[in-house]
């Protein structure tokens, strides 16, 4: 009888990749970090010998959430400043505090904040853009977490760089000093057309073709951004012109788009990361995304920064992501459960690159997975539990999370990460930033 870490024993199983949409008394056999098979309870237990086994007898179990647009340091900016346009929130709240406060140690105590928040609601992988991507880089290593670590490019200075050789010097460096860890990638982040020019982007575009790494860039999030855009060229527009739509663009928001632009990205392969919370909360716009989906576009969700937010609740973006769906739609069968979470799981690993390692559960994919359980009153009774999850359950019920086999929420709690540090810290900022008020 072959030995193995862990039996995992939940009642459901959403595998999101592969023919079945739901697996009910089947259990998750995981061995050296990655996923040895799926089977049925009564087979697992004659075929395998466990080092441990999980009975979770009221759980479904997912493939871990991706939250695939974040900055995740900003988590000690929540709450600053809300009821404010993006540009004004930006302009005269969020780019002075940061000019004023962020340093290696603002952005490791805000990551840690961010990674507790997250493994506690069940995401896996985060996708972050900010400043000093190195210490991030860190702060994921130490948590366990997987990430997708932006090497951020704008044609400003800033703690992290004071020009634009500055920010692809750091950035080759970064992305040379974590190239070997299994849990850890990078993709440029040009932060948005309005902050970064023609030149800029054409290095971008030569560095990542070489160095075969993904762009990850805020684009068409807001009217605004459209309306002052220089000689009237829509971002999309230049963006194309300067060689950079294809299947390694990672375009977040897209809540601006014409029906040429949409089949412009479906042409090229470009993968759009919704963010609908943040959208709704600043006010940015409507994100089509039945009509991306129509068009064969891959379509992944994510939280922003909780400064936007104001939370990084995966389970929450879902929810919202399907109810405003249906709105943009005018559809009550648009954008429905399945889609919402194939979105937050293996649309987000499509779009870093990830797919044939997590996002979904299957045989030699990595143990990224987190447990929900619908045993609460919130979610009885129970007809689908997909559809439950989606509209009716809580990040409250996560229970336990996993990546690359590792558990780092175990019934609630955090196993690689210190509650109290963590909220100390975030204390010790709300005091320094609140002097500035």
């Not at 040379?176 to 990078?186: E, K």
């Not at 440029?188 to 023609?198: G, K, L, N, Q």
């Not at 309306?227 to 375009?251: I, K, M, N, S």
């Amino acid at each position: 009888m072959p030995a193995i870490d862990t039996l995992i024993r939940p009642r459901w199983i959403a595998p999101v990749g592969g023919k079945q949409r739901l697996l009910t008394e089947h259990a998750i056999a995981v061995h050296d970090g990655r996923i040895t098979t799926v089977l049925p309870h009564a087979a697992a237990d004659e075929q395998f010998s466990a080092a441990e086994t999980i009975e979770l007898t009221d759980h479904i179990v997912l493939p871990g959430l991706v939250n695939c647009h974040t900055h995740a340091a900003k988590s000690l900016l929540r709450g600053i400043v809300n009821d404010q346009p993006l540009m004004p929130w930006l302009q005269q709240h969020i780019w002075p505090a940061e000019e004023a406060h962020v340093s290696p140690a603002f952005v490791a105590d805000g990551t840690a904040l961010a990674m507790a928040e997250m493994i506690r609601g069940g995401t896996t992988c985060f996708n972050d853009m900010y400043h000093f991507p190195d210490t991030t880089a860190r702060s994921a290593m130490h948590a366990g977490l997987r990430a997708a670590i932006g090497l951020l490019v704008i044609d400003q200075p800033t703690a992290w760089a004071a020009n634009a050789d500055q920010y692809i010097d750091k950035a080759i460096a970064v992305h040379d000093g974590f190239a070997r860890h299994p849990l850890l990638t990078t993709l440029f982040a040009p932060h948005a057309p309005y902050t970064v020019s023609d030149r800029l982007l054409s290095r971008v575009r030569v560095l990542a073709d070489e160095l075969d790494l993904r762009v990850h860039m805020h684009i068409h999030e807001t009217a605004t951004e459209l309306q002052q855009a220089e000689d009237g060229v829509r971002p999309l527009t230049r963006l194309h012109r300067l060689g950079l739509l294809g299947p390694g663009l990672l375009a977040a928001h897209m809540t601006q788009l014409t029906r040429d632009e949409i089949d412009l990205c479906a042409e090229h392969g470009v993968h759009v990361l919704h963010c609908p919370e943040s959208n709704l909360k600043l006010a940015s716009g409507l994100c089509p995304v039945q009509q991306l989906l129509d068009s064969d576009i891959n379509v992944a969700l994510g939280t922003d920064g909780a400064a936007a937010n104001n939370d990084l609740d995966m389970l929450g973006e879902m929810r919202t992501a399907a109810l405003l769906g249906k709105l943009a739609a005018d559809d009550a069968a648009a954008l429905c459960a399945d889609d919402a979470l194939h979105m937050a799981t293996l649309g987000g690993a499509r779009a870093l690159g990830l797919a044939d390692d997590i996002g979904s559960i299957e045989n030699g994919k990595a143990a990224d997975l987190c447990a929900i359980d619908l045993s609460a009153l919130e979610t009885q009774p129970l007809f689908d539990p997909i559809e439950t999850l989606v509209y009716s359950a809580d990040r409250q019920q996560v229970t336990d999370t996993w990546v690359a086999g590792r558990r780092l929420l175990h019934d609630r709690r955090l196993t690689t990460l210190d509650e109290t540090a963590i909220r100390d810290r975030a204390r010790h900022w709300q005091q320094v930033l609140a002097t500035d008020a």
